[in-house]
Nanobody
Framework: QVQLVESGGGLVQAGGSLRLSCAASGRTASTSNMGWFRQASGKEREFVAVISWIGNADYADFVKGRFTVSRDNAKKTVYLQMNSLKPEDTAVYYC?????????????????WGQGTQVTVSS
């Protein structure tokens, strides 16, 4: 079992920055692949970024160059640094944990999910 708790969401103006954190607990938390997804109101959940336990990362095209995913395995915490935020980035952001192995963009590959944190970007 892995438990995930996100934090760091809030209201920010367009062009601003936020850093989301995802604190994980559980026996395999430090070796899980960790993904970030988001879901805007009325839309399906979509992939944002993922990082493997050894630091390999992948990003959705719409966040490349603006968002950076990182992790501190000793703290069992994953971060999503979001810069140059746009109103269309407004969504609930979720972190998710997958088993070690090939990193995936598919939500179905992830076994554990946090409760989500709201990010709102005003224009």
């Amino acid at each position: 079992q892995v438990q995930l708790v996100e934090s760091g969401g809030g209201l920010v103006q367009a062009g601003g920055s936020l850093r989301l954190s995802c604190a994980a607990s559980g026996r395999t938390a430090s070796t899980s692949n960790m993904g970030w997804f988001r879901q805007a109101s009325g839309k399906e959940r979509e992939f944002v970024a993922v990082i493997s336990w050894i630091g390999n990362a992948d990003y959705a095209d719409f966040v490349k160059g603006r968002f950076t995913v990182s992790r501190d395995n000793a703290k069992k915490t994953v971060y999503l640094q979001m810069n140059s935020l746009k109103p269309e980035d407004t969504a609930v952001y979720y972190c998710a944990a997958d088993r070690p192995g090939t990193i995936s963009r598919s939500a179905g590959a992830y076994d554990y999910w946090g409760q989500g944190t709201q990010v709102t970007v005003s224009s």
